[in-house]
Nanobody, 116 residues
Framework: QVQLVESGGGLVQPGGSLRLSCAAS????????MGWYRQAPGKQRELVSS???????AYAESVKGRFTISRDNAKNTVYLQMNSLKPEDTAVYYC??????????WGQGTQVTVSS
């Protein structure tokens, strides 16, 4: 069974930065997809950014130029560096992985609040 542990959320002022981390443990082997999603109150969960084992990266239009995704394969960890944060970035952020062994897993979510 795969477990994901997220960290790094919190309260930040507009224009500030946060770095989210998501570490996979357990039986995850050959993780080929790692992604960050977010869900704001009253809205559907949406993809923020993703990265594949081949290095293909995708970003939502709303975060391009401000967010950067990266991964450490040795640690089975994915990061999301979020800069120039805006109030509309406020949401619960979830990480998701897809692995050859272990299948799909979701993190528990971490709250990001951007407010003055």
């Amino acid at each position: 069974q795969v477990q994901l542990v997220e960290s790094g959320g919190g309260l930040v002022q507009p224009g500030g930065s946060l770095r989210l981390s998501c570490a996979a443990s357990g039986s995850a082997v050959n993780i080929y997809y790692m992604g960050w999603y977010r869900q704001a109150p009253g809205k559907q969960r949406e993809l923020v950014s993703s990265i594949t084992s081949g290095g293909r990266i995708a970003y939502a239009e709303s975060v391009k130029g401000r967010f950067t995704i990266s991964r450490d394969n040795a640690k089975n960890t994915v990061y999301l560096q979020m800069n120039s944060l805006k109030p509309e970035d406020t949401a619960v952020y979830y990480c998701n992985i897809e692995a050859v062994v272990g299948g799909s897993a979701w993190g528990q979510g971490t709250q990001v609040t951007v407010s003055s």
